[in-house]
T-cell receptor
């Protein structure tokens, strides 16, 4: 079972560059999320989506954009990368309906902005 | 807004001993989920245990158990017979039960070291 797959696992960006973190899930989950984890901290929500075509801001959305054109994919776009975006990014998904409340996480993507 | 507080940034335990990690939360809701996630050095977020607030019985998963005190808004994790593989960051998390689009709210984590 693939579960939640994130790519790339590691990336180094220069200030001002842009990139997209990819996230795909094969569990037919309707809800998907992007979190960031700064060193020594918990996870903070960036954006989430309750279904294809629907997205909403989380706690720390500035500097990011998302789209949800399909149920499976939820890419996170970084525009004009800044050192403050150096972090580990986690994509997660869950199924609302037979909801156990649990989120399933990808393995994370470590991004460094220099 | 809901908040989750883990007051112990770091803890250590001797192998085979028992350790308890603390978590408190703040919410005005009556129905919700609480979780403990483990994050080993691999960074993977692994669900350890889940508790539904409407269940009075404390959840148990093998060597892991919780002490859920709803009135006190406390949700501690007990690890019995600690093993070297238990060394990791542990995050307490909260989620509303009925608001399906409410994401998990995490505490800042407790780093657990296991001493051989």
């Amino acid at each position: 079972n693939a579960g939640v797959t994130q790519t790339p696992k590691f990336r180094i960006l220069k200030i001002g560059q842009s990139m997209t973190l990819q996230c795909a899930q094969d569990m037919n989950h309707n809800y998907m999320y992007w979190y960031r984890q700064d060193p020594g901290m918990g996870l903070k929500l960036i954006y989430y989506s309750v279904g294809a075509g629907i997205t909403d801001k989380g706690e720390v959305p500035n500097g990011y954009n998302v789209s949800r054109s399909t149920t499976e994919d939820f890419p996170l776009r970084l525009e004009l990368a800044a050192p403050s975006q150096t972090s580990v990014y986690f994509c997660a998904s869950s199924y609302i309906g037979r909801d156990t409340g649990e989120l399933f996480f990808g393995e994370g993507s470590r991004l460094t902005v220099l | 807004a809901q908040t989750v507080t883990q007051s112990q940034p770091e803890m250590s335990v001797q192998e085979a001993e028992t350790v308890t990690l603390s978590c408190t939360y703040d919410t005005s809701e009556s129905d919700y989920y609480l979780f403990w996630y483990k994050q080993p050095p691999s960074r993977q977020m692994i669900l350890v245990i889940r508790q539904e607030a409407y269940k009075q019985q404390n959840a148990t998963e093998n060597r892991f158990s919780v002490n859920f005190q709803k009135a006190a808004k406390s949700f501690s994790l007990k690890i019995s017979d600690s093993q070297l593989g238990d060394a990791a960051m542990y995050f307490c998390a909260y989620r509303n039960l009925y608001s399906g689009n409410t994401p998990l709210v995490f505490g800042k984590g407790t780093r657990l070291s296991v001493i051989a």
